[in-house]
């Protein structure tokens, strides 16, 4: 016998919506973030406080809208998405000399830190709360004092 579309449905809906989520995860992952993990690839968290990105732009066509979090290090910035985003979007480490832009911004009559990295994989564009300024000036301190003493993530990670 056979069944009506009505019917079938509700069981065929779950698999469509899982494998929608999957391509579109894969497309969104190749316009810019592909390039900045197998530039700076970092499978292993660093230590640290992470702080919600509330936005962030990765070249000219994708953006995550409260989907990332960052956690500042003296090496860099870490950026991972949450769980749901996880699928080719491995976890990478910005080093401090690609960042060209972190200041306090206005945003809705509330303060933000507006973060800008250009790179030769590309450039973000991000939008953090203000609590993470401090955070984000330490480790940009620190990291000064690793590139004035020769160090990068780039090599210890080798």
């Known amino acids: 016998m056979q069944r009506s579309f009505d019917e079938c449905f509700p069981y065929v809906f779950p698999f469509l919506f899982v494998t929608m989520w999957v391509v579109v ?16 690839g970092a499978p292993e968290r660093p230590p640290g406080t992470a702080f ?14 409260n989907a990332l979090r960052c956690i500042p290090t003296e ?4 950026f991972y998405p949450f ?14 000399r690609s960042v060209v832009k972190l200041e306090r911004r206005k945003v809705f009559f509330r303060d933000r830190i507006q973060l800008e990295i250009v790179d030769e ?3 973000i564009h991000a939008l953090l709360p203000l609590k993470a300024e ?9 990291g000064a004092h690793l590139r004035a003493a020769g160090e990068d993530w780039a090599a210890l990670r080798s």
């Open 83 to 96: 769980f749901l985003f996880r699928p080719w979007h491995p976890p990478f480490l910005v080093p401090w």
């Open 25 to 40: 995860m894969r497309v969104i992952s190749w316009m810019g973030w592909s390039r900045f993990a197998e530039r700076y």
């Open 121 to 123: 994989a590309g450039t």
């Open 134 to 142: 401090g955070a984000m000036l330490d480790g940009r301190a620190g």
């Open 52 to 65: 919600h990105v509330l936005a962030a732009r990765l070249g000219v066509w994708t953006s995550y809208r």
């Open 75 to 78: 090496y860099g910035i870490y």
